[in-house]
């Protein structure tokens, strides 16, 4: 009976989707990422709560998992309307974005597999999904990696960096939800991702020193993926058990450092911004690209929670545990509320446009 009443929830989404013909931004699924690591690092690890006895998290889950099927929907809607290549696919950067959708869609598919784990022929089919989507992005990166080369790299960010962050979230996935993945099948998607991340850095330093910029319109919130990408590889590392202490801990202490680093430019432009913006518009102000911010703070803190089983920084870790945990759900639920007003704003501003048309038709 709740499987019927889940399939008929999930049907009339789908429908809703396809009848307002609602067409989305392509890395609008980075919101379920955030949502998304933040219920599997924070409660698992930060609130030591166990995820698939608690009912509470299990209604979060589902309304994670109800999120996943609209902007899934949309993006086929997107495909089957005609409207994918020039919303998703013509712009070679905000390719990248397409990455969001298989990391979301992995993050989506460990808490559902956890949460509702009778329904595994389900979470195995979200893997496949996963699995074949990623296929295509790689392909979609290539592309993309060989555009930006021949046209210039004034306008690479770090959403670029999104093709390691899908390729190790499906590492993720594959170790969770399947029993026995190969060795060799670990060992070549983790060696793709950071092969994906060096051309991805190389891109971004060349960005950064051969044009100019200013760090408070140019210096994009999506460059703390340099960080995200290194602590979700140290993740898949971690899960696959094929990698040893000293190289996961290796690992740990290089995303830290690039943490810090970035961090700290982030910061630095947070305060330029607020000088030149006010506070209002350069603190406040919606932008989907803060969703990944919000991941990858959730992602070094799943990492650190991981590796404090193995590691001899065990106090300085349990430290960052502490510390950084009302400070994600500080970002999450400011974040929320920033998005919820931007939302309000756009019906107010459709519904007086309405009005407007509305008028000048009785007149």
Request: charged share 10%; proline share 1%; net charge positive.
């Amino acid at each position: 009976m709740f499987s019927s009443l889940i399939a008929v929830w999930l049907i009339f989404i789908v429908t809703i989707v396809f009848i307002n013909k609602t067409l989305i931004r392509t890395s609008t699924m980075a919101a379920v990422m955030a949502f998304g690591i933040v219920i599997y690092g924070i409660a698992g690890f930060g609130l030591n709560v166990e995820l698939s006895t608690n009912v509470f998290w299990k209604y979060i889950t589902f309304f994670i998992f109800t999120l996943w099927t609209l902007l899934i929907s949309s993006y086929a809607y997107s495909l089957l309307s005609r409207n994918f290549h020039i919303i998703h696919f013509s712009n070679p950067i905000n390719r990248f974005g397409i990455g969001t959708w298989i990391a979301g869609t992995s993050i989506c598919t460990l808490l559902f597999h956890e949460q509702y784990a009778q329904y595994l022929t389900v979470s195995i089919a979200m893997v496949g999904f996963e699995l074949v989507l990623w296929m295509v992005y790689v392909l979609f990166c290539i592309k993309s990696f060989l555009e930006i080369k021949r046209n210039g790299k004034q306008h690479v960010h770090g959403i670029i960096l999104l093709s390691t962050v899908s390729t190790q979230s499906v590492v993720i996935t594959l170790n969770t939800v399947v029993d026995d993945v190969p060795f060799t099948l670990n060992l070549a998607m983790i060696i793709v991702g950071l092969c994906f991340y060096f051309i991805s850095v190389w891109y971004m330093v060349q960005r950064y020193m051969l044009y100019s910029w200013k760090i408070e319109k140019d210096w994009i919130v999506t460059n703390c993926i340099l960080h995200g990408a290194l602590s979700i590889t140290g993740v898949a590392c971690f899960l696959t058990g094929d990698v040893s202490h000293s190289v996961l801990l290796t690992i740990w202490i290089g995303t830290t450092i690039v943490f810090l680093l970035v961090e700290t430019v982030e910061v630095t432009r947070l305060i330029k911004r607020i000088k030149i913006y006010g506070i209002k518009q350069g603190l406040f102000l919606y932008d989907q690209t803060h969703w990944s911010r919000i991941f990858t703070f959730g992602m070094y803190y799943t990492f650190t929670a991981y590796v404090i089983q193995i590691s001899p920084f065990a106090h300085v870790q349990m430290n960052i545990l502490k510390i950084g945990l009302p400070i994600l759900l500080l970002l999450l639920g400011i974040e929320f509320v920033i998005f919820i007003s931007h939302l309000v704003n756009k019906l107010q501003q459709k519904y007086k446009q309405a009005d407007q048309i509305n008028k000048k038709k009785t007149m």
